[in-house]
Each structure stands twice: as C-alpha cells, then as structure tokens.
C-alpha cells in the first residue's frame, strides 16, 4: 500500500505558476512510475506528466515545456512545477504512483488538489 497526499494547488492568473508536491507514504525509489493526472469539469482524467524511477519523463503534449516533474527520493516526494499557466490548466490535479506487484501493475491515487488558474 502507498499513501499519497497532494499540496501546492490554488488560484492563479494566467501566465503564473504554482508547485504542486505528492508526499509518498513510503520509499519511492521502490516505485515504478510516479506521475501527475489532472480532470476537468466533464472530462476524463488524463495524464500530465510522469517520472520512473531512472528518471526517465513523459509529458503531455498540452504541458510540455512549461511543466517540469522531478523526484526527491530522500524525502519520497515528486513535484510538479508548472509554469505559464493557462485557464485550461484549470482542474483537479492527481497524484500517482504505480508499482508492480508479482508481475501485477497496482495503481494508488492521492486524493486531488484543486488549480484553478483566472484569465
């Protein structure tokens, strides 16, 4: 089991930023894959970006180049600095992570923190 607790979200103008953080309830090095999801109102949940534990990064198309994730093992936190914010940035942002259990994928999800950026 992993916990995952999300901090960082609130309300920002249009070309600002703000830093979303994941604590993980234990060491991520031992994760696979940790990323961030967001949802809008009436949409599906996709994916904005995601880490390995090598390092490695995916982004969405709609992100690159102004959101960057990073990984702090020492602390077993990621973050996701997301700069020139637009108003269709505005959504409920997820953390993450997945693991690989005897060859089975299991998925763990924060609760959500709220971006809600203003034109």
């Known amino acids: 089991q992993v916990q995952l607790v999300e901090s960082g979200g609130g309300l920002v103008q249009a070309g600002g930023s703000l830093r979303l953080s994941c604590a993980a309830s234990k060491n991520i090095f031992s994760i696979n894959v940790m990323g961030w999801y967001r949802q809008a109102p009436g949409k599906q949940r996709e994916l904005v970006a995601t880490?390995?534990?090598?390092?490695?990064?995916n982004y969405a198309d709609s992100v690159k180049g102004r959101f960057t994730i990073s990984r702090d093992n020492a602390k077993n936190t990621v973050h996701l600095q997301m700069n020139s914010l637009k108003p269709e940035d505005t959504a409920v942002y997820y953390c993450?992570?997945?693991?690989?259990?005897?060859?089975?994928?299991?998925?763990?999800w924060g609760q959500g923190t709220q971006v809600t950026v203003s034109s």
């Open positions: 993450n992570a997945q693991t690989i259990v005897l060859l089975v994928p299991q998925y763990y």
């Open positions: 880490i390995n534990n090598g390092g490695s990064t």
